[in-house]
């Protein structure tokens, strides 16, 4: 009937990494984690003689599904911190106790069952087929528009309609000349420096170095170049 | 060994998924526990199929599998939304949606 070595490996390949869902503190080691319990999922409905839907968890969910999550991580910034503050009191241990109660009552249910195990039907596709498109081909309709739908929605959601209209390059350079800031491009960093290293400033003619030159980004993250050594450096070779 | 055992196992990994919904606090995070819950009902789904021999079962988690992909699809639209709006994806922040 059933391979138990494989229930085994199923269930452990299955329930360990889903556990990443309660205890793990990054979103892509969850993610990661998640994308294993659904290749195990496939390979217990392969087990199940649905060798089809199989395959189709492995295209939708690891392939599809999950990496939309991946993508939606990069997009909104991986290092989001999560806060262990809890606005409910005692929320951790009444979700602990709601979950544990979910589980018992279920097990309680499934146990009172008295299965009779029949001959099994391979779910093929040919045999999914003649289910979808015969006596369920209306929900199969329903569903195709559920999904264009969702599509739709989801193009709704994420548009940003614009406020201000968009600037053309010619106002941008004609609005820096009437402010009369400096109309050329900034120096690139290590320009006539001691390195042409991205995080050294470049020096302008009398030899001081520009810190704008560098890119903000470095800034921001603090990697770039103290400017004391290289302006030390500056002074001590100077003339008299 | 009886199929009966997918079953539990289902039931194992929809609380797991449960108590994820309940305790994370980041947006994606709990996104991906109601993930697991809809696989474990589709794990059930396929397992009852496997234990009657017909393949009702195979095409309902089928139809769960496609709607579970529209919710992702409107779900992270949502949660991109609130993130451009609030810079935050904690769950607790949009609590002054209360009436």
Redesign the interface.
Known sequence: ????FL?WV??IV??VP??A??FARK?VH??VA?VM??VG?AV??IM???P??GM??IV??TG??MM??VF??M??GVS?K??LVE?IKG??W???L???G??VF??GV?SRVI???????V?NPD??A???FGR?VV?MET?GF??I???V??LV??H?PRLVPKHTQREIAEDRVRVGANPVNKPMPGVYARHNALDVPALDPTGQPIEESISRVLEVRHQNQDEEPYRAHLEKGKPE | ?????????A??????????V?????A??A???V??ML?AS??AF??F????????G??L???V??????????G??????I??ARE???L?DP?EMRG
């Not at chain 1, 299965?115 to 039907?121: A, D, H, I, R, S």
């Open positions: 009937m059933i391979n138990p229930f199923i269930a299955t329930v889903s556990f869902l309660l979103a969850v993610a998640v319990v659904m999922l217990a409905y199940l003689a649905a089809f839907l189709v968890q939708v969910y599809a599904v939309m999550f939606v991580l997009l909104i989001g999560e806060s606005t929320q951790r009444i979700s602990l709601v979950a544990t979910i589980g279920l097990v499934v299965f009779q195990v029949q001959e099994p039907t779910g045999a999914i003649g289910a979808l369920m929900v569903l559920v999904l739908v969702a599509a929605g989801a959601l994420t940003v | 060994m009886s199929p009966v055992a997918f079953i539990y196992l039931v194992v990994l929809f609380s797991i998924g449960s108590a994820s309940l305790l994370r606090r980041n994606i995070v996104f991906m526990g993930e697991l696989n589709n794990l396929v397992g199929s496997r234990i009657h021999g017909t393949v009702d195979q095409v988690a089928f139809f599998m496609v709607v579970a992909a529209a919710e992702v699809v409107v992270l639209a949502i949660i991109v939304a993130f451009r935050s994806i904690s607790d609590s």
